[in-house]
């Protein structure tokens, strides 16, 4: 089974600064099948970047997605109050890394 | 808009079995492209995917989970269910349905809002 392990655990960053978050598969990924996810608390996660780099619909240009194999990176180029939240990506169809808060510093 | 709702109980006892149902409103669950998942969530943790089913019965479920799952679809109602065997306090979680886009090896597009299931006497 791939694990996803994602880095830091926690980003403490102000408005307006730009966000990197980083997630790592034990094993590579079959053509990029990886997902990104916003979730704020009492709300289920939404959709944000697909194939590791495509933005879902209505998904602001800040956020982008990169990387392929092993090493994946979904950025946040400068943050608006309203993307403190915590971030999970996913392998396709299974297994979610372990989440990335992003909070206000 | 495609919308997704579970129901179920809130409240389960230790050993008993957990059964959550999803309804699907604004598309149908026949579609031939689409895998319908149950994920979860326990208080103050991380996701984690329990299994998926698409309309003709053909599931994907978590080879981690210990308890046994069982996951059905009814296309006469539009819905798909979950149930969880055997439950401890740690099968305490919201428990999200969801639809993948098309295929299971595909990235979530849609969930439900969730519902808290506490496994408790």
């Known amino acids: 089974e791939i694990v996803l392990t994602q880095s830091p655990g926690t980003l403490s960053l102000s408005p307006g600064e730009r966000a990197t978050l980083s997630c790592r598969a034990s094993?590579?990924?079959?053509?990029?099948?990886l997902a990104w996810y916003q979730q704020k608390p009492g709300q289920a996660p939404r959709l944000l970047i697909y194939?590791?780099?495509s933005r879902a619909t209505g998904i602001p240009d800040r956020f982008s997605g990169s990387g392929s194999g092993t090493d994946f990176t979904l950025t946040i180029s400068r943050l608006e109050p309203e993307d403190f939240a915590v971030y999970y990506c996913?392998?396709?169809?299974?297994?979610f890394g372990q989440g990335t808060k992003v909070e206000i510093k | 808009q495609l919308q997704l709702q579970e129901s179920g109980p809130g409240l389960v006892k230790p050993s008993e079995t957990l059964s959550l149902t999803c309804t699907v409103s604004g598309g149908s669950i026949s579609s031939i492209s689409y895998y319908w998942g149950w994920i979860r969530q326990p208080p103050g943790k991380g996701l984690e995917w329990i299994g998926s089913?698409?309309?003709?019965?053909?599931?994907y479920n978590n080879p981690s989970l210990k308890s046994p799952i069982t996951i059905s679809v009814d296309t006469s109602k539009n819905q798909f269910s979950l149930k969880l065997g055997s439950v401890t306090a740690a099968d305490t979680a919201v428990y999200y349905c969801a639809r993948h886009a098309s295929g299971f090896y595909r990235e979530i597009e849609y969930w439900g809002q969730g519902t808290l299931v506490t496994v408790s006497s």
């Open positions: 094993q590579s990924l079959s053509s990029s099948y």
């Open positions: 089913i698409n309309y003709s019965g053909s599931t």
């Open positions: 194939g590791a780099s």
């Open positions: 996913q392998q396709y169809g299974r297994t």
